[in-house]
């Protein structure tokens, strides 16, 4: 699922759609005299943007079996924009490669061994210093 989404995203990009997404941001008033309407355009790469979230909530809440409102923290968001913000902003793969990169660290740092029990009692502070380092 996840590669077709990412199919999907990379097509979508890649289309007339995307290209005047691309304009928008780069000049609305241009596009808006040249007669696409910026709502419209938003609104449906906001829609589908939504779309793969739902996907991606039914997915976890299909694997944990169980719904909680502490899903709506706003810790989790932020922990999601920083993998975005680590693999890159703007590519298609980016934030596939910094949910990989940050998950992979955390699991590294807190599961380091009794020899190391500082730096795994405290895997977040080093986990903070890294993404302050990589911006």
Not at 15 to 38: C, I, Y
Not at 42 to 47: C, E, F, G, P, S
Not at 63 to 92: H, R
Request: neutral net charge; glycine residues 8%.
């Amino acid at each position: 699922v996840l590669l077709a989404v990412l199919f999907l995203i990379f097509k979508l990009v890649h289309s007339r759609f995307g290209l005047v997404l691309r304009a928008f941001k780069t000049n609305e008033k241009r596009m808006s005299s040249l007669g696409f309407d910026p709502l419209a355009y938003r609104l449906l790469a906001y829609v589908i943007s939504a779309e793969i979230c739902v996907l991606a909530g039914f997915f976890l809440a299909n694997v944990t079996k169980f719904v909680s409102p502490s899903y709506l923290q706003w810790s989790l968001s932020g922990e999601l924009i920083v993998m975005v913000v680590l693999g890159g902003m703007g590519t298609v793969m980016g934030p596939v490669w910094g949910a990989f990169a940050l998950v992979i660290l955390e699991e590294m740092l807190t599961n380091l061994g009794p020899e190391f029990s500082a730096v795994s009692s405290h895997a977040m502070g080093f986990i903070g210093f890294f993404i302050v380092l990589m911006a």
